[in-house]
């Protein structure tokens, strides 16, 4: 009876430990940013594995205190599905309200993510929904050896800094009747990397308003294709 009790409570607590979730974290350091955390469940189960990472950046509505609210969209909703399981380590940090992306605190996150974890340096990829799409490109176009590809979803980047996204892989998404955020930006933001020699992908959905992110995190074609890019070699002629 002992041995069946002692089985059973093996099963269940191992099964437990198993499950793959997604939990809230404290900031890194002082001032720094609350974010949600996703490690697949079998992240211990290799030790010569190493994972990638996808940052996720939300948009405006969920800026505040409650980092539960980032879960709203994105990857951090799509990895809270039930049955599912994800090849990735997800961030997705909260940003506090009336506030806009600061690099330095994103940037001592995934530090942190990539000490703490089994991560791939060579496949940290970055996307981001509307504020979090402007975000994308920013911070991409600031530190873009951090990145082996980004994916920003309604929102546009800064034009004069497009040239060091050239040798960026970037798939770009937004609606063709966004009133929020014009579809001009992710336009202009696609072409001046293609002006400076780079290859950007760009999805425009028809009849779809501000909320790309819906069909774009529910495609599996997005996951297969960021997965599959890896950080290109510094290029010295970026600017």
């Known amino acids: 009876m002992i041995r069946v009790f002692l089985a059973l409570l093996l099963f269940v607590t191992g099964g437990a430990a198993a499950m793959a979730?997604?939990?809230?974290?404290?900031?890194?350091?002082?001032?720094?940013y609350q974010y949600q955390l996703y490690v697949p469940a079998d992240h211990d189960a290799d030790a010569a594995?190493?994972?990638?990472?996808?940052?996720?950046?939300?948009?405006?509505?969920?800026?505040?205190?409650?980092?539960?609210?980032?879960?709203?969209?994105?990857?951090?909703?799509?990895?809270?599905?039930?049955g599912e399981t994800h090849p990735y380590i997800a961030v997705s940090p909260l940003l506090p309200a009336d506030e806009d992306w600061d690099f330095a605190r994103l940037g001592a996150i995934l530090d942190h993510v990539q000490r703490r974890f089994r991560t791939d340096p060579d496949r940290v990829y970055l996307t981001g929904l509307s504020r979090g799409g402007r975000g994308a490109w920013r911070w991409a176009a600031a530190e873009p050896g951090r990145f082996a590809a980004i994916a920003p979803v309604s929102g546009g980047g800064?034009?004069?800094k497009s040239c060091a996204l050239k040798a960026m892989p970037i798939w770009a998404f937004h609606g063709?009747?966004?009133?929020?955020?014009?579809?001009?930006?992710?336009?202009?933001?696609?072409?001046?990397?293609?002006?400076?020699?780079?290859?950007?992908?760009?999805?425009?959905?028809?009849?779809?308003?501000?909320?790309?992110?819906?069909?774009?995190y529910d495609n599996p074609e997005l996951y297969t294709w960021l997965l599959a890019q890896r950080r290109a070699a510094p290029d010295q002629d970026q600017k």
């Open 176 to 216: 063709d009747r966004d009133n929020i955020v014009p579809v001009r930006e992710t336009f202009e933001s696609v072409e001046a990397v293609r002006a400076c020699g780079g290859t950007p992908r760009l999805t425009i959905y028809p009849d779809t308003g501000h909320d790309g992110w819906t069909p774009t």
């Open 158 to 160: 800064d034009l004069a």
């Open 49 to 82: 594995r190493r994972w990638p990472v996808i940052v996720f950046l939300h948009g405006s509505g969920e800026r505040g205190d409650d980092v539960t609210r980032v879960k709203v969209h994105g990857i951090p909703k799509v990895v809270e599905r039930p």
């Open 21 to 32: 979730q997604q939990s809230p974290q404290e900031p890194v350091a002082k001032g720094g």
